[in-house]
């Protein structure tokens, strides 16, 4: 996966609960070429705010953590405010009656690629201040993928 250098993909993970995922996603930011990751609400940090390390996200990012730039923030909404300023196109993953098919999203050169807790999904103000909302079609009896499943799923897609 070839990335243009004039682009920038950037990954937000808005109160998405499990260490485990959160790692599995900064794995995945690392195949993909994510340039930077943003921690939003309640979602896991790589260290805590005294410094020590989750072992959790550390076992499944294997080390892709240490690499790639990683920033907490508290609330989302100011954060696709400020990276608007700085002309990134703010996609949403989720399921919603204004989403669009993943494989038919055309990638600009600046994304912000926000990802949400799996039960409830990105709130409706969230979803209301992104530019696009992509989803993935499920064709089984199951209504969702695990979000670090369909982070891979959609990025590698979306980036290719």
Do not use: H
């Not at 892709?64 to 996609?91: D, H, Q």
């Amino acid at each position: 996966m070839k990335k243009d250098k004039d682009s920038s993909y950037i990954l937000i993970l808005s109160n998405i609960r499990s260490a485990v995922n959160v790692g599995a996603i900064f794995r995945t930011a690392d195949a993909v070429g994510i340039d930077k990751v943003y921690l939003v609400g309640c979602t896991p940090r790589p260290t805590d705010q005294f410094g020590r390390i989750q072992k959790d996200i550390g076992k499944s990012a294997l080390g892709a953590e240490t690499w790639i730039p990683w920033e907490y923030k508290e609330k989302i909404l100011p954060l696709i405010k400020n990276l608007k300023k700085e002309s990134y196109e703010i996609v949403a993953l989720e399921q919603d009656s204004k989403s669009i098919d993943y494989r038919k999203y055309k990638k600009p050169s600046k994304m912000a690629f926000i990802l949400g807790p799996e039960v409830l999904g990105l709130d409706k103000n969230t979803l209301k201040n992104c530019d696009k909302i992509v989803e993935i079609p499920m064709y089984g009896k199951k209504e969702s993928l695990n979000v670090s499943v369909a982070c891979g799923v959609a990025l590698f897609r979306i980036l290719k």
